[in-house]
């Protein structure tokens, strides 16, 4: 156990060089400027979500790339954490198609996930928006944003320059870690 316990120095130069450094730098933000992001910025972010892993291959997800203001303010009314969309230039609302997949939930998230990350390789911010699994999100959502009923709304990510910094961290937990049985 003492292995994935301890080694922090050893840890620490390992991701230096390492994608897991990348990862850790990722945080959520949700204080943008007013700078646009680009349709090439866009584009990549859409390149990193579609690059996931999805059960089967089907790539069941769908994006809805909102940047029109007036759509942007209504978005920000999903619910009271919801408020950050407003400053965001460009929001993407990460979907699937439940139809096409049983895995579209998981899918989407992967992909959700990626486009995370993708942001924060770009020198962008972004923020996980819960829209699933709240139906009155979903449908609030929906209505916004005509997406037909058998396309699940899974998130919304606001994305912009951020106005915040936030340091990198790691989680890393022992506790959470259990060899060969739970609680080994
Ligand atoms: C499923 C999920 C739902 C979340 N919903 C919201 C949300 O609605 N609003 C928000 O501001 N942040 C939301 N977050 C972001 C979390 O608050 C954030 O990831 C967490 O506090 C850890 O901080 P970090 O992302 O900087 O590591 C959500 C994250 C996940 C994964």
Same mark, same amino acid.
């Given at each position: $156990?003492?292995?994935?316990?301890?080694?922090?120095? =050893? +840890?620490?130069?390992?991701? %230096? =060089?390492?994608?897991?450094?990348?990862?850790?730098?990722?945080? %959520?933000?949700? !204080?943008?400027?007013?700078? +646009?992001?680009?349709?090439?910025?866009?584009?990549?972010?859409?390149?990193?979500? $579609?690059?996931?892993? %999805?059960?089967? @291959?089907?790539?069941?997800?769908?994006?809805?790339?909102?940047?029109?203001? =007036? @759509?942007?303010?209504?978005? /920000?009314?999903?619910?009271?954490?919801?408020? $950050?969309? !407003?400053? #965001?230039? #460009?929001?993407?609302?990460?979907?699937? =198609?439940?139809? $096409?997949?049983?895995?579209?939930?998981? +899918?989407?998230?992967?992909? /959700?996930? @990626?486009?995370?990350?993708?942001?924060?390789?770009?020198?962008?911010?972004?923020?996980?928006?819960?829209?699933?699994?709240?139906?009155?999100?979903?449908?609030?959502?929906?209505?916004?944003?005509?997406?037909?009923? &058998?396309? &699940?709304?899974?998130?919304?990510?606001?994305?912009?320059?951020?106005?915040?910094?936030?340091?990198?961290?790691?989680?890393? +937990?022992?506790? !959470?870690?259990?060899?060969?049985?739970?609680?080994?």
């Amino acid at each position: $156990m003492r292995y994935l316990e301890g080694r922090r120095q =050893d +840890d620490r130069q390992a991701r %230096s =060089d390492h994608l897991l450094e990348r990862i850790e730098r990722r945080r %959520s933000i949700r !204080k943008f400027t007013p700078q +646009d992001v680009s349709d090439q910025q866009i584009r990549l972010l859409l390149s990193a979500g $579609m690059a996931a892993p %999805s059960g089967h @291959n089907f790539q069941p997800w769908h994006f809805v790339v909102v940047r029109e203001e =007036d @759509n942007r303010l209504a978005l /920000a009314e999903t619910h009271g954490y919801a408020g $950050m969309i !407003k400053q #965001a230039p #460009a929001v993407i609302a990460v979907c699937a =198609d439940s139809e $096409m997949s049983l895995h579209w939930l998981e +899918d989407a998230c992967l992909a /959700a996930g @990626n486009i995370l990350l993708q942001a924060t390789a770009l020198g962008l911010g972004a923020v996980w928006v819960a829209v699933y699994p709240h139906a009155e999100h979903e449908i609030f959502v929906r209505g916004v944003l005509g997406i037909p009923e &058998r396309i &699940r709304v899974v998130c919304l990510i606001p994305v912009g320059y951020p106005a915040e910094a936030k340091p990198p961290r790691t989680k890393y +937990d022992p506790g !959470k870690v259990h060899l060969e049985r739970f609680g080994g």
